[in-house]
Structures are given as structure tokens and as C-alpha cells.
């Protein structure tokens, strides 16, 4: 096995913009998602900077790397980026908060949870004995707790 040495590289938000378009080049190769989830990508990476705590790093492989049998560099427009080498891949991260996709999912399913719990609670007698019932139990017996303190990484790609 052959070593190759990776440069990481952080960039700050108006970096980041200004090579959104190597970025999503590497998203294309490394993802392969259908062209209709391309379309919007460039204004949900830009959006994704502008947000609080906000921090990408970049993995930079040597000008001239050995890529795996069968890769090839993305090809990636010339923007300005502060690395000196091929783009192999990059992360990015910031803070949430209420009004992004996870908070206001899981305040849905909370919300979702205590109605439940109230008609689970008035099930009329002949009910009580029946699939409803126990699916309504099921609900009101999950511990939401854990959701409600997770922080995953900003909406999965979903906004």
C-alpha cells in the first residue's frame, strides 16, 4: 500500500463561497446524486456559510497525486481557493438553531407525541382492547429525550 500525504486546509465562510463550484464538483464525483438534487446545491452551500459557528475543511491530496485505479480528479472549475493541490474532499459544519430542518422536526414529533398522548388518554372502552390503541401506546411510550439533545450535522442536505 502506498502512502500519500493529505493537506487539510480550513476555510472561513468567504473562502468557502468563493469555491462552492470545486466543492460541488467533489459532491458530483463522490456522491453521484441524481441531477435533479444538483440544481440547488450552489445556493444551499452558499446559505450553509452564512450561518453561525460556521466551518469547513478542506482534504488536499499533491499536485501529480496516485489516485485509486479508476478514479480521476474531479474536474472542478478554476476558482480561487487557497490550496495548492487536487481537492480530494471537504466537510463543512455550524451551529444549529429553532427554524432549521432537525429543531423543528423534533419539536413536530413532540408536539405529535403529546396529542396522542391526550386521545390515547380518552379512548373510548371499546377501543381500549384494540391495534389503535396499542399504536398509541407505542407513541406516548417513546423517550423523545435523546432527539431533543442531539446537534447532527446542519439538516442533512435538506433545506
Known amino acids: 500500500m502506498m502512502r500519500q500525504t493529505v493537506t487539510f486546509t480550513e476555510f472561513r465562510p468567504a473562502e468557502f463561497r468563493s469555491a462552492i463550484s470545486r466543492f460541488i464538483a467533489v459532491y458530483t464525483a463522490a456522491m453521484n446524486p441524481p441531477e435533479r438534487m444538483l440544481a440547488g446545491r450552489e445556493a444551499i452551500l452558499e446559505r450553509h456559510a452564512g450561518n453561525p459557528g460556521f466551518r469547513a475543511l478542506a482534504a488536499v491530496l499533491p499536485r501529480g497525486a496516485l489516485l485509486p485505479r479508476g478514479a480521476e480528479p474531479p474536474q472542478t472549475p478554476q476558482a480561487p481557493l487557497a490550496l495548492d493541490g487536487v481537492l480530494a474532499g471537504f466537510t463543512y459544519g455550524f451551529h ?4 432549521q430542518w432537525w ?38 411510550d417513546l423517550d423523545l429525550d435523546d432527539l431533543i439533545s442531539i446537534e447532527p450535522p446542519r439538516r442533512f442536505g435538506r433545506d
Open 96 to 99: 444549529g438553531v429553532p427554524g
Open 103 to 140: 429543531h423543528d422536526t423534533v419539536a413536530g414529533l413532540i408536539a405529535l407525541q403529546a396529542e396522542y398522548a391526550a386521545w390515547h388518554d380518552v379512548l373510548p372502552d371499546n377501543l381500549r382492547d384494540t391495534a389503535t390503541r396499542a399504536a398509541l401506546q407505542a407513541i406516548v
